[in-house]
């Protein structure tokens, strides 16, 4: 079994930054992508950063040049630095990966619990 946990949640003003963190743990072979979304009450979740294996970062149009995702591969990490918060930030964000698990090599999709991020003005 694979785990993900989302850290680094909380409330901020406007214009502030938080730093979130996605851990994943478990009998993980590789990790082939990884990414972040969020979604508000009512709405389809949102796909913020993606990081395919070997890649560079993909970002939703709403949050490029604010936001910056990165991967720690030795330790199976994935970061999400929010600069410039805004208060349509406003949402829970989860990690997502899909994952190679090292006892059948098969691949399969994991999702984190998520973290809330809220930005007042």
């Known amino acids: 079994q694979v785990q993900l946990v989302e850290s680094g949640g909380g409330l901020v003003q406007a214009g502030g930054s938080l730093r979130l963190s996605c851990a994943a743990s478990g009998s993980i072979f590789s990790i082939n992508y990884m990414g972040w979304y969020r979604q508000v009450p009512g709405k389809e979740r949102e796909r913020v950063a993606a990081i395919y294996s070997g890649g560079d970062p993909l970002y939703g149009d709403s949050v490029k040049g604010r936001f910056t995702a990165s991967r720690d591969n030795a330790n199976n990490m994935l970061y999400l630095q929010m600069n410039s918060l805004k208060p349509e930030d406003t949402a829970v964000y989860y990690c997502?990966?899909?994952?190679?698990?090292?006892?059948?090599?098969?691949?399969?999709?994991?999702w984190g619990q998520g973290t809330q991020v809220t930005v007042s003005s």
């Open positions: 997502n990966a899909i994952v190679i698990w090292s006892l059948d090599r098969r691949e399969y999709e994991y």
